[in-house]
């Protein structure tokens, strides 16, 4: 006997032991060896990460595919794994030593930190794992795979080794994201923008001093938010200065230490006969060119740009454009975003003896960046050279887990010559190799990749994969897969160039710690992104040959967010066809935004987080993962409400009492059960409804369009099997009707529900699996658990007479029930039915179903007549008219004049949006959440208006 309610919790730990104990995730399974393969690799997790909104969309929409196409029979395979994650895992453990009050990272040293982490990895990483298996993910987790393990440790060797001897990896200096907390480079999605705005105001033309004392008050608060002009003195081919000035705003004044140029735009007339000479650097005393480059834009600022190529990403690029005319990256910042004055050659590279540096190092040498900014500015004041300064709303960069302010800084790192590598990966989407969905995001890809940039791949951790380089006294690098066969190159290298003698190798051979003192590793490790590029062949064995590559490379799909496209999904794509010539997936499915109910982006600071784990502890993981399925539409953000989830889970209830419904009613199980041979109308509709809601799940599945999919299970279990066909059926069932009759009847009820539960199976796995199992207690034996399918099969073929009657009746009591509702009628109100000069078929229909109609529609007879009767409402059912009389039912006057006046409050409300959302004003300031509530709310009204006119209309024909 079934419980009588869903307990989800219960069944949860039940199903996901069943599917541990019967292994129905694993791949390669012997029954499936003939079968078509279809493999998923999962976008790893940090492990140390814990389960977000962005996780449980997209694992969820993963599990669908995996689950729908085992079912169809596929041999699938979604690989696990998780990701070392660098400077967050390196971050988190250097906490904990704090927290702790142990020895530090470097008090440690490099091998017992590493062993730390690995230790914390053994104890308290990967709790994300659990968290996915709470979801339901039905990846073969006895193939989870880390970033770290040994095999994609060798795998990520080889490809280093391959790509630098290819000449495609190189050192090289070059500017980079730096974060001065970690003192590491930063990918570029590690950088987070923070809009900030200032609020200092001074000019030197109000003829009143600085008042230093209150700008440093404000910058203590945030650095910050300003623009600073400055006044550049031109000078004469002897270097004296002409009088004139060229005017330079900068929201970093300490960098201007480093300036090497001004450009202005070739066609900017008022710097035109500057173009070619040289100005002053104030405080510093360095002759700088004036250049010209198209950088300079006339409209933003003064017009006039300084140029600091060590330390702006543009003025880099700027620079090398003009290296001839003595432009030229000087590094004025350390490690630590600390100004660096003294012992810096190349800061006083061609700086004359005879200026006064001594009162510049001295102010702001070993001093903060944001403590040398005072510091200059005041500096400038002094000298009469500051001409303004202004609030100015900016974005500034700062790294996303240290909340650093990120600073372009030049510095040696290692790099991949993308470039060279894009050009495969552009063809293999542009010839359809592999499709994007929705294919809007493929421009976004192309961009990337087609205006690519070196990749750095160095970052100054100890956490990661070390680069395999050593480094020989004689300045050699050996870059090598192993430490053994680095030692061995360098020491024939070494003898073969005289660095060496014979002898002294084979000493060093045979001593490990010289060895160890005299070539030194590389200290860096590389980028956690360079070691998930490999992630589609990598966690297959490879560098190893082995069966799992030869049967799932290239895999079927990946499904990841969009903000990954260039960090992620373009490097395997250039990867994956670099080294194993094929490319690494057929599809990619690009989700959108998992936001808060009134589609604002989730963040810590806004509070709006939502935890996926609460809400299956509330309301179970199925309704979360149907809830996250349903509102999946290609290309829109998806805004999440508990409301919502509750519904889906009341869905879930719904299914769980109409199979409670089944059982107490006698529906069980028939072996040999054959749906051709059903002859009762009823029967025949449903099974036609089933085989077509299996087809349009199927199809939208396949296609990506996981919402239909949803909703197309949706709309059949509830509004078709539950409201109709069950009801329908409950005179057969639970009347005295003919045995045979009620006995198809009940058999069809069951084999409806079978087919049920395999069509909701992808989005509720566990509600499914466990009425499956319920279900196969008795009747014919169950092959296995409802994971290993099978998907229902679609031979029934549509009865279009049966469903013509049925669906008649269907139609004609939902519309009957809604225009009731609209006219305000209350539901225990008998109305007469007249059937309006009906065809054979309508008028035989409503007898064959009279009770049904009058139980469900709540009509008090069913009559005939040639013509309407005065004061009945018309409706028209599937070509059919119908009348109800409702002269003295209702007010019909008084119904009129509410709709009318109820019209007119909705149009106005719609003229109200319309206004603010066709205001540029309010929509450029405007929070995005406020925008989509608008939005949300206009569409609401819009969809009033359509019925509430089509009210209207029915009323005026009466």
Same mark, same amino acid.
């Given at each position: 006997?079934?419980?009588?309610?869903?307990?989800?919790?219960?069944?949860?730990?039940?199903?996901?032991?069943?599917?541990?104990? *019967?292994?129905? $995730?694993?791949? &390669?399974?012997?029954?499936?060896?003939?079968?078509?393969?279809?493999?998923?690799?999962?976008?790893?997790?940090?492990?140390?990460?814990?389960?977000?909104?962005?996780?449980?969309?997209?694992?969820?929409? +993963?599990?669908?595919?995996?689950?729908?196409?085992?079912?169809?029979?596929?041999?699938?395979?979604?690989?696990?794994?998780?990701?070392?994650?660098?400077?967050?895992?390196?971050?988190?453990?250097?906490?904990?030593?704090?927290?702790?009050?142990?020895?530090?990272?470097?008090?440690?040293?490099?091998?017992? $930190?590493?062993?730390?982490?690995?230790?914390?990895?053994?104890?308290?990483?990967?709790?994300?794992? *659990?968290?996915?298996?709470?979801?339901?993910?039905?990846?073969?987790?006895?193939?989870?795979?880390?970033?770290? !393990?040994?095999? @994609?440790?060798?795998?990520? =060797?080889?490809?280093?080794?391959? @790509?630098?001897?290819?000449?495609?990896?190189?050192?090289?200096?070059?500017?980079?994201?730096?974060?001065?907390?970690?003192? #590491?480079?930063?990918?570029?999605?590690?950088?987070?923008?923070?809009?900030?705005?200032?609020?200092?105001?001074?000019?030197?033309?109000?003829?009143?001093?600085?008042?230093?004392?209150?700008?440093?008050?404000?910058?203590?608060?945030?650095?910050?938010?300003?623009?600073?002009?400055?006044?550049?003195?031109?000078?004469?081919?002897?270097?004296?200065?002409?009088?004139?000035?060229?005017?330079?705003?900068?929201?970093?004044?300490?960098?201007?230490?480093?300036?090497?140029?001004?450009?202005?735009?070739?066609?900017?007339?008022?710097? +035109?006969?500057?173009?070619?000479?040289?100005?002053?650097?104030?405080?510093?005393?360095?002759?700088?060119?004036?250049?010209?480059?198209?950088?300079?834009?006339?409209?933003?600022?003064?017009?006039?740009?300084?140029? #600091?190529?060590?330390?702006?990403?543009?003025?880099?690029? /700027?620079?090398?454009?003009?290296?001839?005319?003595?432009?030229?990256?000087?590094?004025?910042?350390?490690?630590?975003?600390?100004?660096?004055?003294?012992?810096?050659?190349?800061?006083?590279?061609?700086?004359?003896?005879?200026? !006064?540096?001594?009162?510049?190092?001295?102010?702001?040498?070993?001093?903060?960046?944001?403590?040398?900014?005072?510091?200059?500015?005041?500096?400038?004041?002094?000298?009469?050279?500051?001409?303004?300064?202004?609030?100015?709303?900016?974005?500034?960069?700062?790294?996303?887990?240290?909340?650093?302010?990120?600073?372009?800084?030049?510095?040696?790192?290692?790099?991949?010559?993308?470039?060279?590598?894009?050009?495969?990966?552009?063809?293999?989407?542009?010839?359809?190799? #592999?499709?994007?969905?929705?294919?809007?995001?493929?421009?976004?890809?192309?961009?990337?990749?087609?205006?690519?940039?070196?990749?750095?791949?160095?970052? +100054?951790?100890?956490?990661?994969?070390?680069?395999?380089?050593?480094?020989?006294?004689?300045?050699?690098?050996?870059?090598?897969?192993?430490?053994?066969?680095?030692?061995?190159?360098?020491?024939?290298?070494?003898?073969?160039?005289?660095?060496?003698?014979?002898?002294?190798?084979?000493?060093?051979?045979?001593?490990?710690?010289?060895?160890?003192?005299?070539?030194?590793?590389?200290?860096?490790?590389?980028?956690?992104?360079?070691?998930?590029?490999?992630?589609?062949?990598?966690?297959?064995?490879?560098?190893?040959?082995?069966?799992?590559?030869?049967?799932?490379?290239? *895999?079927?799909?990946?499904? *990841?967010?969009?903000?990954?496209?260039?960090?992620?999904?373009?490097?395997?794509?250039?990867?994956? @066809?670099?080294?194993?010539?094929?490319?690494?997936?057929?599809?990619?499915?690009?989700?959108?935004?998992?936001?808060?109910?009134?589609?604002?982006?989730?963040?810590?600071?806004?509070?709006?987080?939502?935890?996926?784990?609460?809400?299956?502890?509330?309301?179970?993981?199925?309704?979360?993962?149907?809830?996250?399925?349903?509102?999946?539409?290609?290309?829109?953000?998806?805004?999440?409400?508990?409301?919502?989830?509750?519904?889906?889970?009341?869905? =879930?209830?719904?299914?769980?009492?109409?199979?409670?419904?089944?059982?107490?009613?006698?529906?069980?199980?028939?072996? &040999?059960?054959?749906?051709?041979?059903?002859?009762?109308?009823?029967?025949?509709?449903?099974?036609?409804?089933?085989?077509?809601?299996?087809?349009?799940?199927?199809?939208?599945?396949?296609?990506?369009?996981?919402?239909?999919?949803?909703?197309?299970?949706?709309?059949?279990?509830?509004?078709? $099997?539950?409201?109709?066909?069950?009801?329908?059926?409950?005179?057969?069932?639970?009347?005295?009707?003919?045995?045979?009759?009620?006995?198809?009847?009940?058999?069809?009820?069951?084999?409806?529900?079978? #087919?049920?539960?395999?069509?909701?199976? %992808?989005?509720?796995?566990?509600?499914?699996?466990? @009425?499956?199992?319920?279900?196969?207690?008795?009747?014919?034996?169950?092959?296995? %658990?409802?994971?290993?399918?099978?998907? %229902?099969?679609?031979?029934?073929?549509?009865?279009?007479?049966?469903?013509?009657?049925?669906?008649?009746?269907?139609?004609?009591?939902?519309?009957?029930?809604? /225009?009731?509702?609209?006219?305000?009628?209350?539901?225990?109100?008998?109305?007469?039915?007249?059937?309006?000069?009906?065809?054979?078929?309508?008028?035989?229909?409503?007898?064959?179903?009279?009770?049904?109609?009058?139980?469900?529609?709540?009509?008090?007879?069913?009559?005939?007549?040639?013509?309407?009767?005065?004061?009945?409402?018309?409706?028209?059912?599937?070509?059919?008219?119908?009348?109800?009389?409702?002269?003295?039912?209702? !007010?019909?006057?008084?119904?009129?004049?509410?709709?009318?006046?109820?019209?007119?409050?909705?149009?106005?409300?719609?003229?109200?949006?319309?206004?603010?959302?066709?205001?540029?004003?309010?929509? =450029?300031?405007?929070?995005?959440?406020?925008?989509?509530?608008?939005?949300?709310?206009?569409?609401?009204?819009?969809?009033?208006?359509?019925?509430?006119?089509? =009210?209207?209309?029915?009323?005026?024909?009466?």
């Amino acid at each position: 006997m079934m419980d009588k309610s869903f307990d989800f919790a219960a069944v949860e730990g039940r199903v996901s032991a069943l599917w541990e104990e *019967t292994d129905a $995730f694993r791949a &390669g399974r012997p029954e499936r060896a003939s079968a078509r393969p279809f493999c998923v690799v999962i976008p790893p997790p940090n492990v140390t990460g814990n389960l977000h909104m962005g996780h449980a969309l997209n694992n969820t929409m +993963q599990d669908i595919l995996c689950r729908y196409w085992r079912m169809n029979g596929r041999d699938v395979l979604w690989q696990p794994g998780v990701d070392h994650a660098g400077i967050a895992t390196q971050m988190v453990v250097e906490r904990m030593l704090m927290e702790r009050q142990e020895p530090d990272r470097r008090a440690l040293g490099r091998r017992a $930190f590493v062993e730390r982490v690995w230790a914390w990895k053994a104890e308290s990483g990967g709790a994300i794992v *659990t968290q996915l298996k709470r979801l339901g993910a039905s990846c073969d987790w006895s193939r989870e795979r880390f970033t770290l !393990d040994e095999g @994609l440790s060798r795998a990520v =060797a080889k490809v280093f080794v391959q @790509l630098y001897r290819e000449r495609l990896i190189y050192k090289d200096k070059r500017l980079v994201n730096w974060d001065p907390k970690f003192q #590491t480079a930063i990918s570029d999605l590690e950088v987070v923008q923070v809009e900030t705005r200032g609020s200092f105001k001074w000019a030197r033309a109000d003829e009143a001093p600085l008042d230093a004392a209150a700008l440093a008050k404000l910058l203590a608060k945030n650095p910050n938010g300003h623009l600073y002009y400055f006044d550049y003195p031109v000078v004469d081919a002897e270097g004296e200065e002409t009088g004139e000035s060229v005017t330079v705003a900068t929201t970093r004044p300490e960098t201007m230490l480093g300036d090497t140029a001004v450009a202005v735009h070739p066609d900017d007339r008022r710097f +035109q006969h500057l173009i070619g000479k040289r100005v002053r650097l104030p405080l510093v005393g360095r002759l700088i060119a004036v250049v010209a480059d198209d950088y300079s834009d006339p409209e933003k600022g003064t017009g006039a740009v300084k140029i #600091t190529p060590a330390h702006d990403f543009n003025d880099f690029e /700027v620079g090398k454009r003009h290296e001839a005319e003595g432009v030229r990256p000087i590094n004025v910042l350390d490690a630590q975003a600390r100004v660096v004055l003294k012992d810096n050659l190349d800061f006083f590279e061609g700086l004359e003896s005879d200026h !006064d540096h001594a009162r510049l190092v001295a102010a702001v040498d070993s001093q903060d960046r944001f403590v040398a900014r005072l510091r200059i500015v005041e500096m400038m004041a002094l000298a009469g050279l500051l001409a303004r300064i202004e609030p100015h709303a900016h974005a500034v960069p700062h790294g996303d887990r240290s909340n650093a302010v990120v600073e372009p800084w030049l510095t040696d790192q290692w790099y991949v010559d993308a470039k060279a590598l894009a050009g495969p990966a552009i063809d293999a989407v542009r010839d359809g190799q #592999t499709q994007f969905v929705p294919k809007s995001w493929e421009k976004t890809y192309f961009d990337w990749l087609e205006n690519i940039q070196p990749w750095c791949v160095s970052r +100054q951790l100890w956490w990661g994969h070390q680069i395999p380089a050593w480094y020989a006294p004689w300045g050699a690098v050996y870059v090598e897969e192993t430490e053994e066969a680095a030692y061995a190159e360098a020491l024939a290298d070494g003898v073969e160039r005289g660095a060496l003698t014979e002898s002294e190798a084979q000493a060093l051979a045979s001593d490990p710690a010289r060895l160890a003192e005299t070539f030194t590793r590389d200290e860096d490790v590389l980028d956690t992104w360079f070691s998930s590029a490999l992630w589609p062949f990598s966690t297959l064995g490879w560098p190893d040959e082995t069966p799992e590559l030869k049967r799932f490379y290239p *895999t079927d799909t990946l499904v *990841t967010g969009f903000d990954i496209i260039f960090f992620w999904v373009a490097r395997m794509m250039m990867m994956g @066809l670099h080294f194993q010539n094929e490319i690494p997936f057929r599809d990619v499915y690009i989700h959108a935004l998992v936001r808060d109910e009134k589609g604002a982006k989730m963040s810590k600071s806004k509070g709006n987080v939502i935890d996926p784990i609460d809400l299956i502890d509330r309301f179970g993981a199925d309704a979360l993962r149907f809830t996250l399925a349903a509102m999946a539409a290609q290309g829109r953000d998806i805004k999440l409400s508990e409301a919502r989830i509750e519904g889906y889970r009341n869905f =879930a209830t719904k299914l769980w009492n109409a199979s409670r419904f089944a059982e107490l009613n006698g529906c069980a199980r028939v072996a &040999g059960f054959d749906p051709a041979a059903a002859r009762e109308p009823l029967n025949r509709w449903i099974l036609g409804e089933a085989a077509k809601a299996a087809a349009e799940t199927a199809f939208a599945i396949e296609a990506y369009r996981f919402n239909d999919a949803a909703n197309a299970v949706y709309r059949f279990v509830w509004s078709v $099997f539950c409201d109709w066909h069950l009801e329908l059926a409950k005179p057969v069932v639970q009347g005295p009707a003919d045995p045979a009759a009620r006995a198809e009847t009940q058999a069809t009820i069951a084999h409806v529900l079978d #087919t049920i539960y395999a069509l909701v199976h %992808p989005f509720m796995p566990f509600l499914t699996e466990e @009425l499956w199992a319920i279900k196969g207690e008795a009747g014919p034996r169950r092959e296995g %658990p409802l994971a290993l399918g099978p998907w %229902p099969t679609q031979g029934f073929e549509v009865d279009e007479a049966v469903e013509a009657e049925i669906g008649w009746v269907v139609d004609l009591i939902a519309e009957i029930r809604s /225009v009731k509702s609209e006219m305000g009628v209350p539901p225990s109100t008998l109305t007469p039915l007249v059937l309006v000069a009906p065809s054979h078929r309508a008028e035989t229909g409503a007898r064959a179903w009279s009770e049904s109609i009058r139980r469900l529609a709540r009509v008090s007879s069913i009559e005939r007549a040639e013509a309407a009767p005065p004061g009945s409402l018309e409706l028209v059912v599937r070509g059919e008219a119908v009348a109800l009389p409702l002269a003295g039912v209702v !007010d019909l006057g008084a119904e009129r004049a509410r709709l009318d006046k109820e019209i007119a409050r909705v149009r106005q409300e719609i003229a109200k949006v319309e206004a603010k959302l066709g205001n540029p004003d309010f929509v =450029a300031r405007a929070p995005e959440d406020i925008i989509a509530e608008h939005e949300d709310r206009l569409e609401t009204f819009q969809a009033r208006l359509v019925k509430l006119n089509a =009210a209207r209309e029915r009323l005026a024909r009466v």
